[in-house]
């Protein structure tokens, strides 16, 4: 066995990288066809994921392998070689099982135990089975993977690792609220009818939220889900084309997005517009370099917004301490009130500008350069009353306290300004929604990226070590069971020459002896056939046993050299035998 496997992942690649290297269903059956038109291969097939790109390939030589299948997966990704090796990792031979039976086992998925993964594997080996790629080796293993993969999920805990991308998506969605409560009453738009976008629809059908619609580019596929999900009841489903798409936007809480296009599907522009309903102002754009200054700006007709108006009117307003007040009653000789009552950092409170003094009166009243401001004068510039003051004092507080958070928000490059509007789960590689769709006031967006930076802090189960054991037995076992599959072929044909020789010398015996009759002829024939069937018998059982264990596939070699097997005997039994398991697992996937 030489199985090679070359590839990328969200382990070893940055987002931006795997979004560019992906392969759509047209470049992974090239890529597959060049990889067998290449010397060093003889069988291979891809498995493709939204977070994963690997080539498996059974090959002669292992460096020569590594070379053309890095530089295939260049080609046919678009990535340049030299960028693309950095984020490559390979595996030969027994390493190679053991990752794809960890990977069968969601141990190394973006979410640890998610199930999802053996469907894309038994999609990936119908693959290469379907384009004839895939030999006995590539069967065998991808078969085996999904036994394994099966056999974690259902003698340990893994699925309380984690679970499927979209369930965890979701949640990311729901922001630390129950997913359950998140999605009552929702109306969700989901866009594609593939497995992950069937998958979605199904999970938030089961939560249930309020409806469903679903866009696809193909109808007959949306219909087709549609009615899966009508019949399970609870939910209502619409299917609406592509083009509807801008319109439902208007309407959805929530949309999920997972389709194979190159390009994207939800553009910044499209969803500002559709949030900017009847009724409202859509809030201008914001540079991504722009600063609180840039985008805070008062309620019209609060305090704040008369100051501002008075000070770009009147010039700069100096600021003065309130009628009444201790510092008010002292006077301000230059005309500058103390600095604790410009700033408010001595209000009772705790120091938060604008707020209300206590003991009802004003604090920072102000009135215009050059005005008198001498002892008793209680003239406001912006004519507002004692009572009126405390009000739009304390209602300033309000305004400034909520715009602190939106500060800190845009600082951490969160500009959603308030409640989330429209939640977008984008699940797609490469992306289909414009990344910059984050910057709009009211979004809030989940895609690959911030799924990966969330999952890294998952905690692990204790189920995971189980598994691991599990790993270790079942790729030990399957080594076992390739050396010894390996060393059958000779074995097989080491028996058909000895039964070749017994028939000869029989047909020799019988011209030299021709006075037996029939029962004679057929007990010396037995006979013979039970002594050499004795001799090999033990031999080839120990062989099969020696050849099942590490480095013992120099068994077979040994044994065609010392009965000297015709090697395209050998060949043809292991032609065979590939031909049979290939018509075998093909009833299987």
Known sequence: MSLLVVGLSHRSAPVSVLERASLSSDAQAKLLQDTLAVEPAAEATVLATCNRIELYADVEKFHAGVAELSTLLAQHSGVGLEELTPYLYVHYEDRAVHHLFSVACGLDSMVVGEGQILGQIKDALARGQ???????????????????????????????????????????????????????????????AGSMSSLAATTL???????????????????????????????????????????????????????????????????????????????????????????????????????????????????????????????????????????????????????????????????????????????????????????????????????????????????????????????????DVDHAVHRIPGVRLVDIESLAEASADAPMAADVDQVRRIVSDEVAAFGAAQRAAHITPTVVALRTMAADVVAGEIARLEGRLTGLDEKQRAEINQTVRRVVDKLLHAPTVRVKQLASEPGGAGYADALRTLFDLDPETVASVSRADMNDADVKNRGRV
């Open 130 to 192: 379907e384009l004839h790629t895939a030999g006995r080796l590539i069967n065998d293993l991808f078969q085996q993977s999904l036994r394994v993969g099966k056999r974690a999920h259902s003698e340990t805990g893994i699925d309380r690792a984690g679970q499927s991308l979209v369930t965890f998506g979701l949640e990311q969605l729901a922001d630390g609220t129950d997913t359950a409560e998140w999605a009552a009453h929702k109306r969700v738009l989901v866009i594609g």
């Open 205 to 431: 059908a089961r939560l249930g939220v309020r409806e469903l619609v679903i866009a696809n580019r193909t109808p007959e596929r949306a219909e087709r889900l549609a009615s899966v999900l009508a019949e399970s009841g609870g939910v209502s489903v619409r299917v609406v084309s592509m083009g509807e798409v801008p319109q439902e936007l208007t309407r959805a809480d929530a949309v999920v997005s997972c389709t194979g296009a190159t390009g994207l599907v939800l553009t910044a522009d499209a969803v500002a517009e559709a949030l900017a309903v009847p009724g409202e102002v859509p809030p201008p754009p914001v540079s991504p370099s722009a600063g609180p200054q840039d985008f805070l700006r008062a309620p019209d007709g609060s305090l704040v917004a008369r100051l501002a108006a008075t000070a770009a009117r009147d010039g700069r307003v100096p600021d003065r301490a309130a009628p009444g007040s201790a510092e008010g009653a002292s006077g301000a000789v230059d005309g500058t009130a103390p600095a604790a009552a410009r700033t408010g950092s001595g209000s009772a409170d705790g120091g938060r500008a604008g707020a209300a003094p206590a003991g009802g009166g004003t604090a920072g009243a102000v009135v215009p350069a050059g005005a008198d401001v001498g002892e008793g004068d209680g003239s406001c510039p912006v004519g507002l009353g004692a009572r009126e003051a405390v009000d739009a004092f304390a209602q300033h507080g309000v305004w400034a306290e909520n715009t602190g958070s939106a500060v800190r928000g845009v600082a951490n490059g969160e500009r959603r300004g308030g409640a989330v509007r429209l939640g977008l789960l984008d699940l797609a590689m490469p992306r």
